[in-house]
C-alpha cells in the first residue's frame, strides 16, 4: 500500500532520463522523416573502405558466384566486400531497401519483379549470369542404370514400393529441399496421380546429407534438385522426364501437370547502387560466366572444404581472360 | 525450500488432492456430458471443424503488402519506425567502429581487464583466451560484429526491462498486468519473434537488434520487479523510519537490495541476447551466426563448428563474468580491499595503451598468419563418425535404422493418434490435465491456446508437432534423467558432464543440423534429435541439482536404516527431488518447444517447416500463423507441466 | 529506581503524549474505534463479526522528558505496531499523538519527514542495515538522506561508531559482524542524527542472553550519559524491570497496566499481570519505600540506615547483619522501617496476595505506595486514567 502512494513520484523521476535519452536519440538521427528503406548496413563501409554488400543465397551455386565478385572486388578493385545470408523473397526486400547492394543468382520471381524493378523502381536487372537454371527430379545415375525405365514419370508409381522411408510411410518418397526454393512437387504428385510422399529436407544441408548417405549406400531415391550444382559430380543422378513445359502451363500453381522451365539466371542490383555504385556497380552488372565455371568453383567450396575465399582464388588463378573483361574499363 | 514443503505434507496433500481430484473430474465429465453432444451434432468432425476456423491468411497477406508498399512513405514509417531503426543502425555501427579502432588487441585487453576488475584473474585469463581463439579461428570480425549488435541489444533490453520492472517493483497493478505477459514470454521459441519484426522492419540489422530487445528484455524486468518487491521489508522500514524520501529509499535502498536480482537479470538477458543473436542471422543480423547458417549451405560442419566455438565461448565468458559478479556483490564482502574507482582507471589506461600499440603498429586486422583451420579435422570425424554409425553397424544396427524405427513405432502412432481423437477430446484431455496439476485459471488458459490452434486453421500440423514434442520430451527425459542420476552420485561424472553442458546449451542449433541429419538422415526423427540434444543440458542440470540438493539428513537416515543406493535413489532422493524433476519436465517440454523451428530445417515438416517456409518466401501469412500455432502449443504445454508453484502455495 | 530522581520529577512537560490511540487492521477499520459495542469485542470476536484485527486498543499514556518508557507484551499484543504508530510507520486509526505539543497526525509528508529525520530515531529488532554499505556509511545514512556533506557526515559518523564501541570495523559490512555488533550499528545510526526520543523495538530480543546483557548495559549507560528519552518495546520482563523508568503492559491491544517496575511487580493490575511478574525475584525490584512500614517509636531511632530507593535485597542484607529492622532513611528523617516479617512477605510473594488472609497487607502496601511511592510518577503526568 504504502509502495503504491510513494511509487508515482518516483516514476516520474525516472522517466526523465529515459525521456532525455529517446530524445537525444531523435536529435541524433535528425529531427525529420526517417526512411529506413535507405539505411545501409551498419557493417558496411567502415574504415573509409568503400564496400558492397551481397546476398549470399543458401546453396553453393550463389556462394561461388559471390565467392569470385568478392575476391576480384577485393583484389582488383580495392573494396571491402559484407556478404549476408538472405533466402530469396526476404533479400528481394532488403535489395530495395539498400541493406544489399546485389543479387548475382535470381531463379525468378515474377512477382517481386513486377514490385520492385516495375513499380517501386528500387531495384534494377544486373543482366544474366551466364548460367542457365533448371529445376527437376531425379533419380541416382546407378539406379536409372538398373532399371531405365524410372526415368519416365509413368514408371514411378511401380517404383514406390522402392523408394518407401520410415518418413514417407507407405508411399514412395519425393525428397524436397528448402522452402526457400521454387518448388510445385505437391501439386504435381497430386495431379499427375503418383504414390508419392513429398518429404521436405527443411533446407539443402539437409537434403545434400541426405542425398549423399543413400549415395554411399546405393540406396535408390528419387529427389527435387537443380542444375546446375556441384553434387551431380560426387553423386551423378538422371532426370526423371515429366510432361514437357510449355509456356504458362505453370500459371496456376494448384493445377501444375507439367515439369519445371529452364530459366537463364539474373542478377539484379539496387537501382542506387546501379546508378552510383561506380566501379563496383559496373564490375557486377559485366560479371558472366559459364555453368562449368561456376561448378567447378562450387565443389572446391562443398567438396574440397576450400574456404570460398580459397576456391575463388585458385579459379582467378586459371581464368585470367575470362575474368578480365569484367574489370571496368 | 521447496523440498521440504513437499516432502512434509506428503500424504496430507496426496490425500487432498485425491480429494480435488475427484471433484474435478466430476465437474469436468459434467461439462463434458453437455457439451460434447453439442459439438458433435454441430460440427461432426475429427479434426477441428472448418466453420470454427479463421482464415488470416488474407489479411495478413495485406498486411504485409501494405507495409512494403509503405515503408517509404508512410508517416508511421518515417517518423517512428525510421527513428527507431536509425538509431539501431547508428548505435551497432558506432559500437562496431570502436571495436574496430581498438583492434583485436584492445578489445582483448579491455575484456580481460573488466573481466579482472569484475571476476578476477582466473576468469580474466580465460576471457583473454576465448577472445585470442576467436581470432584464431578466422572469425575475428564476425566476432565483434556480433558483439557490437549484443552490446546494443543488451543495453536496450537492461534499460528497458529496468524501466518495466521498476514500474511493476513498485506498483501492484502493473506487477500483476505484467507478470502473465513476462511469464509468457520466457515461454516463446525465439523463432516466434522474428516474423512480426521482419515484417514491419525488414530484413537487417534493426530487425535483428529490435527482435532480440524483445526476447531478452523480459528475465530483465521480471528480475527487476522481483527483486524490488523482494527487497528486506525490515531494511525498508528501517530506511523509512528515518525520514528517507520515496526517491532516497529507492535509489539508497530498494536499489541496491535487490542488485543481486539486477545482475542474475543481466546475466541472463545478455545469454537470452546472445542465442538470439545468432539465431537472428536468419533475417540478416550478420555476425558469427550468419557464418554459421552460410557454412550450412555448403555442408560444411566444420566451418560452423568454426563459428560455433566463438559464440560458445562468449556465452561461457560472458556467463560466468557477470555470474562472479553477481556472486561476489551477493556476498558483500569482497569490496572493502578493491572499492574505488582508481583500478578503473588503471585497467582503462591499460586498455587503451594496448589498442593504441596495436594501431602504431599496424595490427589492428586479425594477422592471417594466425589463422587456425579446424574445419578440416572436423570434417574428417564428422564424415567417419557417419559412415561408421549411420546403418549397418553389427547386432545394434544403425543410427538409420534406428531413426527409422523411431519414425515406425513411436512417432507414426502418437501422430495418428493424435490426429485421430476428435477435437473436442483434445481440448478435454488438454483440460483435465491442466487442471489436475493446477488451478481452473490454468486449465482455461491451456484450453483457450489449444482452441486458438484450431481457430488458426492449423490443426493437424500443429498435433503433429505436438506428437514430435512429446516423443522429444520423453526421450530428454528418460536420457536426462540416467545421465543426471549418473552426475548425482558422482563428483567426477558432474565435472566431466560440465563442459559438455555449457558447449550444448551455447552452441547455435544450427551446428548440429548436419551431422543430425548425416546420422539420422531426413525427417522427424532427426528433428526430435536435434531437440533431445538441445534440451539435455537443462533438464540434466536441474534434475541433477534437484538430486543434489535433497535432504542430506533424510539421506543420512535412509542409509543409517540400512537402505541400498537404489532404495535410497526410489524412496528418498526422487520424492523428495520431485518439485526439480517438474521444473525440469517444464523446462524440457518449453526447450523442445523451442527447437521445433529448427527440426523444420532437417525435415521436421510441420509448423516448423511453415514458419521456416514464411520467413524463407518472405510470406507472413503461413509464417506468423504458424509461429502463432507454436505460441499457443507453448502456451498449453507451459501450463499443462507447471505445477509446483502453484500447489506449494497453495499448500502453505 | 529513578523513579524519585530530582531532574526527573521536575521535567514534567511529556515529549510523546498519546491519547486514545486505535490502530485497526482490516476492511472498513475507521468503524471500530468510534463504536462502543464494537470496541468491547475480544480479539477473536471482533475478527469474526468484522473481518477486522484491532492491534492497539484505546492506549494512552504520556513519555517524559529524559524518562525510558517501556512497553511490554508478548508477541501479537500490538506492542511493535503502538511504537510504529508513533512515527506513523503505520498510520493509527484512531486518536492524538502529539510530540512536543505538536500533532503528529496532522503532520503533512514534509514534516513527519522533518520528525522521522531529527527527533524521533528506531533501532529495530532485526537491525534493517544496509548490506551494501559499510558499517560507517550505514551508521551516517541518517545524515546522509538529511543532505550532510560527505566529510561532515563521515565524522559525526566516526564519533557514534567510538560512542558505540565499534572502533577499526568502520570498514567492515554489516554481514561480517555478529548480531550484536550489528545491532550496535543500529543503535549508532539512530543516535548518529542526534535525535530527541529513540524508539526501540525489540531491539535485542535476536541477540544471544549475554550479548544481550551487554547491550542493555550499553543502553543503561548510553542513558546515563546523554539522559536521552527513550521509548523501548521488549517481550522480556527482566530487560523491562532493567531498563524501565515506567512500564506499559500490553495484552491484546490494550494496556494493562501503567507503572513503575515496582508498582507492576509489586501490585499487578490482575490477574494476567500477577501471572506475567510471578517468577520475578521481587526483592531485587521492590524497593523499601514500599515494603516498609511505619515506624514504632523506638525504631525511628536504632538499627541500620537504608535510602528509600534501595531494593528489598540490599534491605535483606542489612537486616541479615545487624539482626534489627531497617529505618529507610531520606534527608535524615526516617520514612519508616523493614523488618523481617515485611521482607520475607516480599520475598514469599505474599505480601501483595490478595488471598483472604494477607488482605490487609496488600490494603496497607498499597496504602503505603500511593502514599510514598508514586506520588512524584503521578506528578510527572501519568495518572492513573492510562491504566485501563
Known sequence: MRTKTTAKPMLRTRMLPAVAGVSALLVLTGCGAADMTKQASPFAGVQGAKTVTLSVQSWVGAQANVAVAQYLLERELGYRVDTVQVDEVPAWDALSQGRIDAILEDWGHPDEEQRYVKDKKTIAPGGDLGVTGHIGWFVPTYFAKQHPDVTNWKNLNKYADQLRTAESGSKGQLLDGSPSYVTNDKALVANLDLDYQVVFAGSEAAQITQIRQFAKEKKPFLTYWYTPQWLFEKVPMTEVKLPAYKEGCDADPKKVACAYPHTPLQKYLNADFARGGGEAAAFLKNFKWTTEDQNEVSLMIADQKLTPEEAAKKWVAGHESTWRAWLPK | MATATAAVPQTGVTALLKHRVVGKLLLLALAAAILIPIANARWASGTWPDALTVDLSEPLGKASDWIIDNRDSHPLFLYFFGHISNAVVLSVRTVYLVLLAAGWAGVTAAAALVAWRVAGVRLAIGTGVAFLACGLLGMWVPTMQTLALMVVAVLASVVLGMLLGLAAGLSDRTFRALRPVLDTMQVLPAFAYLLPVVLVFGIGVPAAVLATVVYAAPPMARLTALGLRGADAGVMEAVESMGTTARQRLLTARLPLARKELLLGLNQTIMMALSMAVIASVIGAGGLGDRVYQALASVDVGAALAAGIPIVLLAVVLDRVTGAAGERMGSGSSQSGRSGWKPWGYAAVVAVAVALAGRFTDRLDWPEAWLVNIAEPVNRAVDWMTDHLYSGVPYIGGTADWAGHFTTWVLDPVRDGLQWLPWWSVLLIVATLAWLIGTWRTALTAVLAMAAIGVLGVWNPSLDTLSQVLAAVAVTLVVGFAIAVAAARSERVERLLRPVLDVFQTMPQFVYLIPVVALFGVGRAPAVAAAVVYALPAVVRITTQGLRQVNPAAMESSRSLGATSWQQLRQVQLPLARPALLLAINQGVVLVLAVVIIGGLVGGGALGYDVVFGLAQGDLATGLVAGGAIVCLGLMLDRVTQPTERRTRKGA | ?388
Open chain 3, 1 to 388: 529506581m529513578t523513579t524519585s530522581t530530582p531532574g526527573k520529577t521536575t521535567a514534567v512537560e511529556p515529549v510523546f503524549s498519546v491519547e486514545g490511540l486505535w490502530k485497526v487492521f482490516g476492511p472498513k477499520a475507521e468503524r471500530i474505534p468510534g463504536d462502543p459495542e464494537l470496541g468491547a469485542l475480544n480479539a477473536a470476536e471482533l475478527r469474526a463479526r468484522t473481518g477486522c484485527t484491532a492491534a492497539v486498543r484505546d492506549v494512552s499514556f504520556e513519555v517524559g522528558k529524559g524518562e525510558v518508557f517501556v512497553v511490554m507484551g508478548l508477541s501479537g499484543s500490538g506492542k511493535s505496531t503502538l511504537v510504529r504508530c508513533l512515527t506513523r510507520l503505520i498510520e493509527p486509526t484512531a486518536g492524538t499523538i502529539a510530540i512536543d505539543g505538536e500533532d503528529v497526525r496532522a503532520m503533512d509528508a514534509t514534516r513527519l519527514r522533518e520528525l522521522r529525520r531529527h527527533r524521533a530515531s528506531m533501532v529495530f529488532q532485526h537491525f534493517g542495515l544496509l548490506p551494501h554499505r559499510s558499517v560507517l556509511d550505514n551508521v551516517a545514512y541518517g545524515l546522509e538522506i538529511q543532505g550532510v556533506a560527505k566529510d561532515e557526515r563521515r565524522k559525526r559518523a566516526q564519533e557514534v561508531v567510538a560512542k558505540v564501541g565499534l572502533e577499526g570495523m568502520e570498514q567492515r559490512r554489516p554481514g561480517q559482524l555478529s548480531g550484536g555488533q550489528q545491532q550496535r550499528v543500529g543503535l549508532a545510526r539512530a543516535l548518529a542524527v542526534d535525535p530527541e526520543v529513540l524508539l526501540f523495538d525489540e531491539p535485542f530480543s535476536a541477540l544471544d542472553p549475554l550479548i544481550r546483557r551487554d547491550m542493555q548495559e550499553e543502553v543503561i549507560r548510553l542513558h546515563r550519559e546523554e539522559g536521552r528519552t527513550m521509548v523501548f518495546i521488549t517481550h522480556d520482563l527482566n530487560e523491562a524491570l532493567r531498563l524501565g523508568d515506567r512500564i506499559a503492559l500490553m495484552r491484546d491491544g490494550r494496556v494493562v497496566q501503567l507503572g513503575t517496575p515496582e508498582e507492576i511487580v509489586g501490585s499487578p493490575a490482575d490477574d494476567y499481570v500477577r501471572e506475567f511478574v510471578r517468577d520475578v525475584p521481587r526483592e531485587q525490584v521492590m524497593t523499601v519505600r514500599t515494603a516498609m512500614r511505619p515506624a514504632d517509636a523506638d525504631e525511628a531511632e536504632r538499627g541500620p540506615a537504608i535510602a528509600p530507593e534501595a531494593t528489598v535485597s540490599e534491605a535483606i542484607e542489612a537486616v541479615a547483619r545487624s539482626g534489627f529492622p531497617v529505618r529507610v532513611m531520606d534527608d535524615g528523617r526516617c520514612l519508616g522501617v523493614v523488618d523481617h516479617e515485611r521482607l520475607l512477605g516480599v520475598v514469599a510473594g505474599t505480601y501483595t496476595k490478595t488471598a483472604a488472609g494477607t488482605e490487609s497487607k496488600t490494603a496497607a502496601g498499597t496504602e503505603s505506595k500511593t502514599a510514598a511511592g508514586t506520588e512524584s510518577k503521578t506528578a510527572a503526568g501519568t495518572g492513573s486514567k492510562e491504566v485501563v
